[in-house]
């Protein structure tokens, strides 16, 4: 019996700056979880990627190499351009599942970490204590794990036997990965995945899960194409 495998990856494009949340450092900016549409920069920049073989178009080359039955990603725009990507790349099936989404940070959103610090330094204080902690108006890890384990127990059930491709965000990844190490959620502060990056994992039907790889970029440094 073949064993169901998740590839994730982090969306290639991003609205501006960089975004590492769930464990960025202080100058990482909170990405927003709903940008209402990318910049004509970073539509450029994709066409320009995509046309050089660079970014989700080498994923997608990485990928289509072991065969994916799916495609599934995240309804932020970001997500969906770079599954748009791979599945034009790679010719499996796309769909859109709201449970990838990323967490939603609340007031935290669009500052960088140290900006949100100076002025919640409490709050900031009790989410980094706790995964049951929300950010101001916002989600916290605990609920988007909730969220976001959900969604996988669905999609393992809805397709038993599949190779899926997830495109999600920094904090769902993260979660899946801690999930299949039986880490504690503090581990989350602990990993750090780059742009356009894959996580690997294999779900077996009896429980147990098998990391494959964490935050493989050696795609990203193939000469283009």
Known sequence: MRTPTGSLTRPWIRPWG???????????????????????????RLRRHRAAGRGPVAAADQLAARGIDAIVTSP??????????????????????????????GKWEGLTFGEAAQRWPEEM??????????????????????????????????RPRETLLLVSHVTPIKTLACRALLAPPAAMFRIHLDVASLTEIDWFADGPALVRSLNDTAHLRQPAR
């Open 125 to 158: 204080s009790a989410w980094l204590a706790s995964a049951d902690v929300a950010p101001p108006g916002g989600e916290s890890l605990a609920d988007a794990a909730r969220r976001v384990l959900g969604t996988l127990d669905r999609l393992l059930a809805a």
């Open 18 to 44: 960089s975004s590492q949340p769930a464990g960025g450092g202080t100058g990482n900016r909170v990405m927003p979880r709903s940008c209402p549409s990318l910049t004509p920069r970073s539509l450029t």
């Open 76 to 105: 932020l725009q970001r997500a969906r351009k770079t599954a748009e990507a791979v599945a034009a790349a790679t010719g499996a099936s796309l769909a859109v599942d709201d449970g990838l989404v990323e967490a939603d940070f």
